[in-house]
């Protein structure tokens, strides 16, 4: 099931890409006033290249000074490039505007994705009960007779879920076969199954955990595929794994209850308002918190910060300013644990000592106000 680590990430990641989506505009910016400057090869015209190679200089400068000082008025005499740096300036903002719509959009798209992969998961295990009953050859009798196993082929929520998110596997129907032919049969845990006479439900239970965690989900041309389809799928595995655990646990196969599917959230639309309300906190943090971080890290301006720090340290930020039942040592715990587990070695270290001086700041300028239950420390 999610939780607000997991959430965590999936912003730090689109934030990521967001700030790699800039900088390349900040390129394309520059390739257009190249570009705009650049001799007419289709002109019949005489073209000065001594003129507009001074031209492109006096431009980049410009664009690139108006740029790191955050400034869009442009001071030029030359009226061509006056239009084309202010023009490039619209550029990057529209496209910029629409990067940062885009990352959004994906952020939650990303996260709801994430159920789906449970039920492709899941799904794969009545694929397997179908091929197995189906061969004459070999007995597969306590695969298509392990209670669990019986369970996931009759659920007809699986089934209705399976098909409304198109995460059943008829189409993919000759990679399954393979599947269940050199990975899951070849397996020794698989062998072992097939060889007890009357597995007891302990027997099944043990095996369909470990059909899951170390055939589908661990190292092999399963998990392979899923590595390769999806994107994110390095996190989004511990959190389709810790579903399926959830699912398979919760089942009572002595009982007449169906097998039971997981939600992937006990509140959608409150996790949904999270990490959305953090995006957009972070993307749109005020210059001063940004110097903030600069005042704070020695001898270190904020752009020559390793990017994912500087992710890390404006979300923290956004965070301890945008939510006010959040307590600031959950903040910045949280923070520090993906300074630790996505930056550099000394970043934990780093994070936690340009946190601790920051949260002071901004409880002592008034900016950061907590309340609530489980707060009284933070006040």
């Not at 492709?120 to 694929?127: E, G, I, R």
């Not at 994070?351 to 489980?374: C, T, W």
Request: hydrophobic share 40%.
């Amino acid at each position: 099931m999610l939780n607000r680590r997991s959430l965590r990430i999936k912003v730090m990641q689109n934030l990521f890409a967001l700030q790699q989506s800039k900088d390349a505009n900040y390129d394309l910016c520059l390739d257009q006033i190249g570009d705009a400057f650049s001799p007419d090869l289709n002109s019949m015209e005489v073209q000065d290249k001594i003129l507009l190679a001074a031209q492109n200089k006096e431009a980049r400068a410009l664009f690139e000074r108006n740029f790191a000082a955050g400034e869009t008025t442009i001071d030029s005499k030359d009226p061509k490039i006056k239009k084309i740096v202010k023009d490039s300036f619209k550029f990057y903002a529209s496209q910029c505007k629409k990067d940062t719509d885009f990352y959004l959009k994906n952020l939650v798209s990303e996260v709801e994705k994430i159920y789906s992969h449970y039920i492709a998961v899941l799904n794969l295990v009545p694929a397997f009960f179908e091929l197995a009953e189906a061969d004459k050859k070999v007995s597969h009798k306590n695969f298509v007779h392990n209670a669990w196993i019986k369970g996931l082929h009759d659920s007809a929520a699986l089934k209705k879920e399976a098909l409304r998110l198109g995460r059943h596997w008829q189409d993919r129907s000759d990679r399954v076969k393979v599947w269940f032919r050199d990975v899951v049969r070849q397996d020794a845990e698989y062998l072992t199954y097939m060889d007890k006479k009357s597995p007891t439900k302990e027997d099944d239970r043990k095996y369909i955990n470990h059909l899951f965690k170390k055939v589908i989900l661990g190292k092999t041309a399963i998990n392979a595929y899923f590595e390769e389809d999806v994107l994110r799928w390095a996190e989004d595995r511990d959190i389709v794994k810790g579903l399926v655990e959830k699912t398979i646990k919760s089942y009572d196969p002595e009982t007449a209850a169906p097998l039971a599917l997981h939600t992937l959230s006990l509140n959608w639309e409150e996790d949904k308002e999270f990490i959305e309300v953090l995006y957009q906190t972070a993307v749109q943090l005020d210059s001063k918190y940004k110097d903030l971080i600069a005042n704070n890290t020695r001898n270190w301006e904020v752009e020559r910060l390793p990017l994912t720090d500087r992710m890390i340290l404006e979300m923290a930020i956004a965070e301890l300013i945008a939510f006010q039942n959040i307590p600031v040592k959950v903040s910045m715990n949280e923070y520090i644990e993906l300074a630790k587990n996505y930056s550099t070695p000394n970043s934990r270290q780093f994070v936690n000592g340009i946190l601790d001086v920051i949260s002071k700041e901004l409880r002592d300028a008034g900016v950061m106000k907590k309340s609530g239950r489980g707060l009284i420390d933070n006040k």
